[in-house]
């Protein structure tokens, strides 16, 4: 069993007090944090999406969760990795994270149709 631990970056219903939070329950909660500029959610039906928007200039406000090896493969299970629902890839953190490497799960599949949600998720 490995005892590395990757950092994550959440934005929607895994944050602290919402639906999922329960899968990060066990897990180091480090901060709340924003992505850098060129960022947006969109509304998917009860839980958004993560994707790039260029012409966005605020970023996505969400927390950064310090998460072990099993706790990320549970995880990956519930965005659905292996259908091809989401992607997990590294996402630029403002500061006192911008150095860091901090993954995120991107929406992978068209947002057409989605409505914008902005910055910020409420359940």
Not at 89 to 100: F, G, H, L, N, T
Request: no cysteine; charged share 25%; proline share 5%.
């Amino acid at each position: 069993m490995s005892t590395d631990k990757n950092l994550l970056f959440v934005y929607g219903t895994l944050k602290r007090t919402y639906t999922n939070h329960h899968f990060l329950a066990d897990q180091e909660f480090i901060g709340e944090a924003r992505t850098a500029p060129g960022f947006r959610l969109f509304d998917l039906g009860g839980y958004p999406g993560l994707a790039p928007h260029t012409a966005d200039r605020d970023g996505v406000v969400g927390e950064v969760w310090s998460v072990d090896p099993e706790a990320l493969a549970r995880l990956d299970v519930l965005e659905g990795l292996a259908e091809g629902l989401y992607r997990r890839e590294a996402v630029q953190i403002m500061a006192p994270y911008a150095d860091r490497r901090i993954e995120a799960y991107f929406y992978n599949r068209s947002l057409k149709g989605r409505p914008e949600i902005g910055g910020i998720w409420r359940e």
